[in-house]
Every structure is written in C-alpha cells, then in structure tokens.
C-alpha cells in the first residue's frame, strides 16, 4: 500500500477534527501523499495554526488552510455547507470529528445521545451532500468516515456512541452505492483504541486493556492515517462501500478465551 506524492497542484481533501490527535496525523499523512488539504476544528486554535505553519513549511509546494467549526452548531454547519457549495473544488472528504457519550442502554440521556448523533452522524451526512455534488460531476471523488468498532461489537455503556457510528456505517455504504458509477468511492475506517488525548480517561486500564488485543498494543494514530491516505489515492479506486477495522485484531478474536 503506497502513497505516492502527486506531482503538480494537489487535489483538496476536507478533513474534520483536524487539529490534533487522528485528525492531525490524517491531515499530515494527506500533506505527505501530495494533497492539498483544508480541516476543520472546534476549539483548538493554537495547535491549528501550529500544524498549519508545520506543514506549510515542510511541504512548500501544498496549501494547508484551518477554519474553526463546532459541528455540534447546525446553523454553523449549514453555513459551512453553503461556502462548501460555493466552492465546489473537493476531490476528498475524511469525516474525523467525533464526540463520544458513555452509557448504560438503559440509561441513556436524550439530549446526551443527540448531540453525539448530531457531530459523529448528522453534520457527516450534510457535508457529503455538499460535496458529493461536485465529485459526481467531476466523476471522481473519495469519501472516508472514520467509523469505530464499537459499531461492529457491543461494548457494555457504548450504546449511544456505537449507534451513531452503526448510523454512519449504514449510510456510507448506501451512498457508496449510489455513487459508485459516477467515480466517487465511499468507505468506512473503523478503528479500535487510539493511542491519543481521548483515551486519557482509561490510563488506569491501558496494560488490561492492551492484553486483551491481540496485537497487544493500542494504535498508533499513524496506523490510521496511512489507510486514509491510501483510501484517497488512486490505488483504492475500486474499494467503496467497505468497513476497513483497524484494531490490531480485536473483532477478529472470540471475546471469551482461556487465557
């Protein structure tokens, strides 16, 4: 699997929750493999503007842009839609941002549920429909959802957060469907533990955690990125409507083991 640096102008790729953890190294492996790239974030203005000027100064020759947007916001997001529309320019879409909601299923809080709906599902599905548009017309395009294993096993107290990535499974693929002849590829990474920011909660349970995977280790945000990447390249164009788990193993072993 190769990620050959594209002479020339490069092709835009809008990435979400790019600033920092999966979402950078998304945006830095797109950078590397010769994309232009613009992403989204809510809150972090200082590590976005850091890995603007990062890139733009180890890769001269590619245009990195950052623009605030919380999608949890719809009016935000509608309006980001209409400059999206405006546009018209993007051959690559990667929906990173995500929110998470721990609960029993028995337990859940609407509003709590709704709003991780909203990021992790809703603003993917108003965003494809901006840019899937113009890639049909272009009859070429990439679409990448980063998913979760969550989606494909249950988990006791992921009920919410599994749903929103289960909605964004059945999506993908139905639009990867709808698309497929006009050029565009659809699919969905789904990955199990990220060693980023997020899984700070868990530092307790990290070593018990990693025995329980069989590569025996969380994955490094790199791990991920190198698959986006791919995804976006011309190697992967007859890949769409696929669920790619990128979990060291995890949903490919029995849950119940020996040892």
């Excluded at 020759?61 to 719809?74: E, F, I, M, P, S």
């Excluded at 249950?154 to 639009?175: D, E, Q, V, W």
Aim: with cysteine.
């Amino acid at each position: 699997m190769t990620t050959e640096p594209s002479p020339g102008p490069g092709r835009r790729v809008l990435v979400t929750g790019g600033a920092s953890g999966l979402g950078a190294a998304i945006v830095r492996a797109l950078v590397a493999a010769g994309h232009d790239v613009a992403f989204t974030y809510r809150s972090s203005a200082e590590a976005a503007e850091g890995l603007v000027a990062e890139l733009s100064a180890s890769h001269p020759g590619r245009t990195v842009t950052a623009r605030a947007l919380d999608l949890a916001d719809r009016d935000a997001v509608e309006a980001f839609c209409e400059d999206l529309e405006a546009d018209d320019g993007f051959h690559g879409f990667v929906h990173n941002a995500g929110q998470s909601y721990d609960a029993l299923a028995a337990m859940l809080d609407q509003d709590r549920a709704e709003a991780a709906m909203q990021v992790n599902f809703w603003s993917l599905t108003r965003l494809a429909k901006s840019l899937v548009r113009g890639m049909t017309r272009a009859r070429a395009g990439r679409i990448v959802a980063i998913g979760s294993v969550a989606a494909l096993r249950a988990n006791p107290g992921n009920a919410a957060y599994a749903a929103t990535k289960g909605a964004l499974i059945a999506y993908c693929r139905t639009l990867a469907v709808e698309s497929a002849k006009r050029g565009v590829t659809v699919n969905v990474i789904a990955p199990g533990f990220i060693d980023t920011g997020m899984m700070a909660p868990y530092a307790a349970y990290r070593a018990t955690m990693e025995r329980q995977i069989p590569a025996g280790r969380f994955a490094r945000p790199e791990d991920v990125a190198a698959l986006a990447a791919f995804l976006m390249g011309e190697g992967a164009a007859y890949i769409t409507g696929a669920v790619l788990p990128v979990d060291g193993g995890l949903t490919a072993m029995m849950g119940v083991h020996r040892s």
